[in-house]
């Protein structure tokens, strides 16, 4: 069955950085979109960044030019750089999994969750302090 297992949140400084880490088994990485969301207290979920089966990468604006989505096929993780984080970027992150083909549609997509199309992980927390 699918598994997305994210591992690196912690707390940090404004201004710090992090990793996150999404080991992902049990699907065709080729016939999948995959990605990361977050979901603050009290807000709706928000997809950030989005990275095709070949590599190809978007992001949100609110992420754009701070965070960077990465892969290693080979080993069937997909990483997330987080830098200049700041105390907004506080928040549960999800990594996730699309059935699209392999192609990443649209990133706001992913944070719908359609019976045998998307999966999550059971996300890491990250809180950054000012």
């Known amino acids: 069955q699918v598994q997305l297992v994210e591992s690196g949140g912690g707390s940090v400084q404004a201004g710090g950085s992090l990793r996150l880490s999404c080991a992902h088994s049990?699907?065709?990485?080729?016939?999948?979109?995959m990605g990361w969301y977050r979901q603050a207290p009290g807000k709706e979920r928000e997809a950030f960044a989005a990275?095709?089966?070949?590599?190809?990468?978007r992001y949100a604006d609110s992420v754009k030019g701070r965070f960077t989505i990465s892969q290693d096929n080979a080993k069937r993780m997909m990483y997330l750089q987080m830098n200049s984080l700041e105390p907004d970027d506080t928040a549960v992150y999800y990594c996730?999994?699309?059935?699209?083909?392999?192609?990443?549609?649209?990133?706001?997509?992913?944070?719908?969750?359609?019976?045998?199309?998307?999966?999550w992980g059971q996300g890491t927390q990250v809180t950054v302090s000012s």
């Open positions: 996730t999994a699309e059935r699209s083909g392999g192609y990443c549609y649209s990133v706001p997509a992913l944070v719908e969750r359609r019976r045998g199309y998307n999966y």
């Open positions: 049990g699907f065709p990485r080729s016939d999948y979109c």
């Open positions: 990275i095709d089966s070949d590599g190809l990468t």
